[in-house]
T-cell receptor
């Protein structure tokens, strides 16, 4: 059975800190790994990663995938209170099977 | 088209009642997914459609749950004889089968509370 494990499950940091969120996975016929941000309601898309070692970047957020070690990290630099959310990692397999999600990491950024 | 719409946003029902939720996906997306999310958990897959065909159902989907997508556009999820354990956020998402670079687009969800 496909599995996604995120760590830590929760994290409290001060504004300006840098955080690293982890996602490890076991999936048959891996196709892609995705990161989502979930505030109160709908998860919103951050990144899709398909190739090892290629960093994706958007502002203060960046992510990278290691297909050999089966994990990904999401980095947030210079955190702001608006970064407070649950960050979800999901993996997709070939054949377009539905995404499998981890439990998420709840990030709280305090002023 | 402003995204994936779900209705209602909140539903409170008494145990044993039936409930139905609706999802309107992005119009050009032919895939539609239902997920359930409880507190402290990630979304758990329930079922998905490609056009009007229901292609996969999770073992989480008991026989009290049924989903339809009659014309390949909107979808409904019905829960019969609701139980307290059905209380959760029900999320709908859509995607294109042409290899979307943005993964799934989620709706805001329907929060169900069974009392």
């Amino acid at each position: 059975e496909d599995k996604v494990v995120q760590s830590p499950l929760s994290l409290v940091v001060h504004e300006g800190d840098t955080v690293t969120l982890n996602c490890s996975y076991e999936v048959t016929n891996f196709r892609s790994l995705l990161w989502y941000k979930q505030e109160k309601k709908a998860p919103t898309f951050l990144f899709m990663l398909t190739s090892s070692g290629i960093e994706k970047k958007s502002g203060r957020l960046s992510s990278i995938l290691d297909k050999k070690e089966l994990f990904s990290i999401l980095n947030i630099t210079a955190t702001q209170t608006g970064d407070s959310a649950v960050y979800l990692c999901a993996v997709g397999a070939s054949g377009n099977t539905p995404l499998v999600f981890g439990k998420g990491t709840r990030l709280s950024v305090i002023a | 088209d402003t995204g994936v719409s779900q209705d209602p946003r909140h539903k409170i029902t008494k145990r044993g009642q039936n409930v139905t939720f609706r999802c309107d996906p992005i119009s050009e997306h032919n895939r539609l997914y239902w997920y359930r999310q409880t507190l402290g958990q990630g979304p758990e897959f329930l079922t998905y459609f490609q056009n009007e065909a229901q292609l996969e159902k999770s073992r989480l989907l008991s026989n009290r749950f049924s989903a339809e997508r009659p014309k390949g556009s909107f979808s409904t999820l019905e829960i019969q004889r609701t139980e307290q354990g059905d209380s959760a956020m029900y999320l709908c998402a859509s995607s294109s089968d042409r290899g979307s670079r943005d993964g799934y687009t989620f709706g805001s969800g329907t929060r169900l509370t069974v009392v």
